[in-house]
């Protein structure tokens, strides 16, 4: 990011939301930190969040007069702010590739959190419901193929995600135990736990 256009980037997050975890683990990596200010809030709580993201939701990015309010598209700005990683592989022949694994990523948190917000209900839970999201996160994790999934040298949006999706099922849903159904995804998983833009991200209650 240059010096002539240097002015703040304030991002509204949550230390348990694992889509604003994508955005602040995008910071680390971009090297945007000493331009981005990281406000945590519980969008379920603070009312005046609406103020910024009328959908009332994290992560939501404001910079100047703009205005981002879905993770994908506060990662493809961090990126293209840097311009030091390509996170997205913009231009290059993997990137259809590497956009597939981010959706797919994005399609297990998905699953992941409204499997949350259902057992929070206080009134009857939908089997069918759970069924289907406990089907999508399953499906999704066998059909990853770890020569897609980047490294620890070279991460893309679609490690970012994979990172964030794996951290909120040890988060939320440890009963899970994906590691020992997916070993290989846990093993490529360990080259990652360390570093601090993964360690440094991970949810907290």
Request: with cysteine.
């Amino acid at each position: 990011m240059s010096h002539a256009n240097c002015s703040t980037i304030n991002i509204y997050s949550s230390t348990t939301s694992p889509f604003a975890r994508k955005a602040n683990m995008v910071v680390q990596l971009t090297g945007l930190g000493e331009h981005t200010q990281i406000i945590y809030t519980n969008p379920f709580e603070d009312a005046s969040l609406r103020e910024i993201n009328p959908l009332g939701k994290v992560p939501a990015l404001k910079h100047d007069e703009l205005l981002l309010t879905d993770s994908y598209l506060i990662c493809e700005y961090l990126d293209d702010k840097a311009a030091n990683l390509n996170l997205y592989r913009k231009g290059q022949a993997d990137y259809y590739q590497v956009q597939q694994v981010h959706m797919l990523c994005n399609g297990i948190l998905e699953a992941a959190v409204a499997t949350v917000m259902e057992k929070r209900r206080t009134t009857e839970h939908s089997a069918y419901w759970l069924e289907r999201w406990d089907a999508s996160i399953s499906t999704a994790l066998n059909i990853l193929d770890i020569n897609q999934l980047g490294t620890a040298d070279h991460p893309h949006i679609g490690t970012v995600a994979l990172i964030a999706a794996l951290g909120y099922l040890d988060f939320r849903h440890p009963e899970r135990n994906w590691r020992e159904h997916y070993p290989a995804i846990a093993n490529w998983y360990s080259n990652f736990e360390n570093l601090h833009w993964v360690a440094s991200t991970t949810p907290k209650a």
